[in-house]
């Protein structure tokens, strides 16, 4: 805080000729500073910030548009409880997945790798909207596509309902197979006038919604069904760059006895080669061997492909994030400092929105729209309150948005949507089961009920306001 030409002149003195603009070294500066009362110590580059500077710029760097090549989308399939997810999934494996030689067998590693027209598609074995939300609450983007599978002798049915939502809320486009057409009682038109009821109008009704009928039994228009995933994957233009080192997920892991730890990943961007040194959490080593789901050995993995991996030091965790690395030192830096992330990722939890801290989150500009999950005794009582919600002029700035509501009790499935959403969940008339409320509080979700629509609304009114006296 002292004038340049104060410096200037102090350095004229001890026959230094300076002007503003020009460097001195660090004898000098510290010679100087002391008659400026001040004492200067010389920061050393220590080996742990040049790693750290390593690291950050190789997650930081951006992929230039002319590096990012094509990749294949990954798939979950979701829907209603014996729609015929798993049917649907044998289906495909059978018809599209080929063994590697005759009598070989698809190991189940949690993905599969699919084919049609010399196109590349990947499954995510584990069917349902619950593995692809814990995934998404712990900051995992995996699935491209979902494959909403709606039986059509059943119709749209309560986890049809919790699939939307899920999909919506990841904003992930949904195309809609209407499974068991080879039933006498399905009926086409009905699914569909269902799916329209619930905010899914068909592309054959003038909507944008796909829609394929299909019989996983029959292995009827399962062909159909890939290529219009291919389609809308191709509408994304989906790209990653393959050059860079590897950046994957971890979608399954366990303990094999005679392999060691194994982890199935999924390759997110940059090719993962047998012989990389890799870290996924406090997990490390190098890696012995790759397999893809055929069993077959991989000597590498691009963007979108997943393999099973051998050689880490200890099981990781499903949904982690997993780095191919350049050297131990780096990994074993990598692994240190995971405690450290584990320690933030509590305070990430400490900002989920809940209706105490609406009122400073809004200030901060933190949110823009307070996402809200709604669950009620009857669909009267859940849209009434979903409709005054909504319309709730609460500020210019601040949106309510409903990302799902639904009738019974709140479930686990909705703690994890909230979590996943940053929302809170209202009750009205239900009350959250043994399984949620412990959910909610490891993830730190709001959960409010109430009986009388008014009092849910002028708690939010509230909220907004900073006026809510805390919930005791
Ligand atoms: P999930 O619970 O959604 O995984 O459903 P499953 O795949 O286990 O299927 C539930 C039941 O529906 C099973 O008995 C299947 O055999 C049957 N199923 C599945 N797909 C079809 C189909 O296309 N046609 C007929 N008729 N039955 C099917």
Avoid: C
Wanted: charge should be negative; charged fraction near 25%.
């Amino acid at each position: 805080n002292v004038n340049p030409s104060q410096v200037i002149t102090k350095l004229i003195s001890q026959g230094i000729m300076a002007s503003q603009n020009q460097s001195i070294d660090f004898d000098t500066a510290s010679l100087l500073a002391i008659d400026f009362g001040v004492e200067l110590s010389l920061k050393e580059e220590t080996e742990e910030t040049e790693i750290e500077e390593e690291i950050m710029a190789e997650l930081d760097y951006e992929d230039k548009e002319e590096d990012l090549k094509p990749r294949p989308p990954v798939v979950t399939v979701m829907g209603h409880v014996d729609h015929g997810k798993t049917s649907l999934l044998d289906a495909i494996r059978e018809s599209h997945v080929t063994t590697s030689e005759a009598g070989g067998i698809t190991q189940h590693i949690g993905a599969s790798v699919a084919r049609i027209n010399d196109k590349k598609l990947v499954f995510l074995d584990t069917p349902g909207h619950e593995a692809f939300t814990s995934m998404r609450a712990r900051g995992a983007k995996v699935t491209d596509i979902a494959i909403l599978v709606v039986a059509a002798d059943d119709g749209v049915m309560p986890q049809t309902l919790e699939a939307i939502s899920h999909a919506k809320a990841a904003g992930v486009p949904i195309i809609v197979a209407i499974n068991k057409i080879d039933k006498p009682t399905a009926n086409l038109d009905r699914i569909k006038q269902e799916l329209v009821e619930n905010g899914l109008l068909p592309e054959d009704w003038g909507g944008d919604t796909i829609t394929v009928p299909v019989s996983a039994k029959n292995r009827e228009g399962i062909d159909e069904l890939l290529e219009m995933v291919l389609l809308v994957a191709e509408i994304q233009e989906l790209k990653a760059n393959p050059n860079r080192k590897a950046i994957g997920i971890v979608i399954e892991a366990q303990l094999d006895k005679g392999k060691g730890p194994l982890a199935t990943i999924l390759v997110q961007k940059g090719t993962l080669k047998v012989g990389d040194m890799v870290v996924s959490g406090t997990a490390s080593g190098r890696i012995r061997a790759m397999l893809d789901h055929k069993g077959k050995q991989l000597k590498k993995a691009t963007p979108s492909i997943p393999a099973v991996i051998l050689g880490l030091s200890e099981v990781p965790n499903a949904g982690d994030l997993i780095y191919a690395v350049e050297n131990e030192k780096i990994a074993r830096f990598y692994a240190s400092e995971k405690k450290n992330q584990l320690r933030e990722q509590q305070f990430k939890l400490d900002d989920r929105v809940t209706l105490e801290n609406l009122f400073e989150t809004i200030k901060e500009g933190d949110i823009q729209d307070l996402n809200i999950i709604i669950k009620a005794d009857v669909r009267g009582s859940m849209e009434a309150l979903s409709q005054s919600l909504q319309k709730l002029d609460i500020k210019e700035e601040v949106k309510v948005n409903m990302i799902h509501g639904g009738i019974g009790g709140i479930t686990e499935s909705d703690i994890m949507l909230a979590a996943a959403s940053n929302a809170i969940v209202i009750g009205f008339n239900v009350r959250p089961n043994l399984n949620a409320l412990e959910v909610a509080k490891r993830e730190k979700v709001d959960i409010r009920t109430y009986r009388v629509i008014y009092e849910a609304i002028e708690d939010i009114q509230k909220a907004v306001k900073g006026m809510l006296i805390p919930d005791i």
